[in-house]
């Protein structure tokens, strides 16, 4: 993963040694800074990122790359953002997060995409959070393109919607 001493200013990774191709490194040093050790058999230790670093890694990625890899990354993202309360955060989200359980018309997807933008807000400083919304914001809404709800296989007006809840618990974290 480039970071360190391989990102530039404005958070980009050049590469091969012509520095023909410029990837964006947006959300790898948050990663990393969040990830946890596993170990595998035979003392391996690995860094995994949690998914709501993986969440920014892959939104970075698919901006970058939604026109030249269409379907490579909003499938993973919209999955991320349906099933994030199965993800062991259920029993986090009644104990630490009530209020997800509190509306009215209770979805329960939106309140994992709730649960998923809270946990991503301490990840990100507020031009990160920015940032996300800038590319969030025109994805959920209904008179876009929604190609990211497109790419994803979704439900178009589902997949639009958990970008709409993520965007607007992004920003009430600002």
Not at 1 to 10: L, T
Not at 38 to 52: E, F, G, K, N, S
Not at 130 to 158: H, M
């Amino acid at each position: 993963m480039p970071f360190g001493g391989v990102e530039r200013p404005g958070r980009t990774f050049a590469w091969p040694s012509e520095r023909s191709t410029v990837f964006d490194c947006f959300g790898v040093a948050e990663a990393f800074a969040a990830s946890v050790t596993v170990r595998l058999p035979d003392a391996v230790q690995l860094r995994v990122a949690p998914i709501a670093a993986q969440v920014v890694l892959k939104l970075a990625a698919w901006q970058d790359r939604k026109y030249t890899h269409p379907g490579r990354d909003a499938p993973d993202l919209l999955l991320f953002l349906g099933r994030y309360m199965d993800c062991g955060n259920l029993d986090r989200a009644a104990s630490a997060h009530r209020d997800l359980f509190d509306e009215e018309d209770f979805d329960y997807a939106q309140a994992g995409v709730r649960l998923l933008a809270r946990d991503i807000a301490p990840l990100v400083d507020r031009a990160g959070i920015e940032r996300l919304l800038t590319i969030l914001i025109p994805e959920a809404d209904e008179a876009g393109s929604l190609l990211l709800a497109q790419q994803s296989g979704v439900d178009l007006e589902r997949a639009r919607r958990l970008l709409e809840v993520l965007c607007d618990e992004l920003a009430r974290a600002m």
